[in-house]
């Protein structure tokens, strides 16, 4: 599979909007968390500011999106074992365990991002108020969008 962000923006929506089970809300969380801390990196940049944190997280978020569709289709492909495996049971807790780790680790990334949106908000270049305000916003929408998937998939684990 070719990376997501490798994709044109419309190549990504298609994608997304295609009858495919993946990339899917997980990735689309990551997407919208790496667009986030992009946005808060050229806010601090006109902020006089450090822009490392936000690069860095940037750079966490956006190989999530991939991971993400991976791991959701490593789930479904173990729900598709036969149920005589012997070796379903597991291969379901192990994908359900990374379809869950996934999201929680866009989501923890996506907090960060959205702590220092504000701060840019509340201290950053005021020309650059609503990026800095728009970056906090995705970026909460992003991590309460991944932390509904990490409750989803903890639900189907206890199953």
Not at 1 to 7: E, I, V
Not at 8 to 19: C, K, W, Y
Not at 126 to 152: C, F, H, Y
């Amino acid at each position: 599979m070719n990376g997501f962000l490798h994709l044109s923006v419309g190549g990504l929506l298609e994608r997304v909007a295609a009858r495919t089970p993946a990339p899917g809300g997980g990735a689309v969380a990551a997407v919208t968390a790496a667009s986030a801390a992009a946005l808060v990196a050229m806010a601090a940049r006109f902020s006089d500011r450090s822009a490392t944190r936000a690069e860095e997280l940037r750079a966490s978020l956006e190989p999530l999106a991939d991971a993400d569709a991976a791991a959701y289709t490593a789930v479904l492909a173990a729900y598709r074992l036969p149920a005589g495996d012997p070796t379903r049971r597991t291969r379901i807790a192990d994908a359900l365990a990374t379809a869950t780790d996934v999201p929680r680790r866009v989501a923890a990334a996506a907090t960060e991002v959205a702590a220092l949106a504000k701060g840019l908000v509340r201290d950053g270049n005021p020309n650059l108020t609503g990026d800095a305000r728009v970056a906090e916003i995705l970026a909460t929408a992003a991590a309460e969008a991944a932390m509904a998937l990490v409750e989803i998939n903890e639900a189907a684990a206890r199953r």
